[in-house]
Nanobody
Framework: QVQLVESGGGLVQAGGSLRLSCAASGLTFSTNAFGWYRQAPGKQRELVAA????????KYQDSVKGRFTISRDNAKNTVYLQMNVLKPEDTAVYYC????????????????WGQGTQVTVSS
C-alpha cells in the first residue's frame, strides 16, 4: 500500500519560510517522480513544483520560481519543498504526489496523493 505523508505546514508571516516534507512508503522511491501541488479555497489544484526520479530535473510554477526549491533524499524516501519569501497568495493546502510522468519539462498523471498539509501566510 502506497502512502505519502506530508508534514511541515503551518502559519507563517509574509516573508517567512517553511519546509514541507513528504515521506513515501510502499513504492520504489528512487524510480518515481514526485510533485507538490496546492489548492486554495475556491480554486483548482495547481502544480507548484516537480522533480524527476533521479533528481536531475525540476519544474516550477512561474509564481514560485526563485522562492521555492524542491529536492529529494532517496536514502530517506522523502521529498522536500523549501518555501522562502512566502506571500499571502501562497496560502493553500499543499499536496504531495507521486508516480507521475516527468517528461519534456512537464509533470502529469500522478498516481499517488498525500492527505495534504495547510500552509497559511499572514500579511
Amino acid at each position: 500500500q502506497v502512502q505519502l505523508v506530508e508534514s511541515g505546514g503551518g502559519l507563517v508571516q509574509a516573508g517567512g519560510s517553511l519546509r514541507l516534507s513528504c515521506a513515501a512508503s510502499g513504492l520504489t522511491f528512487s524510480t518515481n517522480a514526485f510533485g507538490w501541488y496546492r489548492q486554495a479555497p475556491g480554486k483548482q489544484r495547481e502544480l507548484v513544483a516537480a522533480i524527476s526520479s533521479g533528481g536531475s530535473f525540476t519544474k516550477y510554477q512561474d509564481s514560485v520560481k526563485g522562492r521555492f526549491t524542491i529536492s529529494r533524499d532517496n536514502a530517506k524516501n522523502t521529498v522536500y519543498l523549501q518555501m522562502n519569501v512566502l506571500k499571502p497568495e501562497d496560502t493553500a493546502v499543499y499536496y504531495c504526489s507521486g508516480g507521475g510522468v516527468f517528461n519534456g519539462g512537464r509533470y502529469y498523471s500522478s498516481t499517488y496523493w498525500g492527505q495534504g498539509t495547510q500552509v497559511t501566510v499572514s500579511s
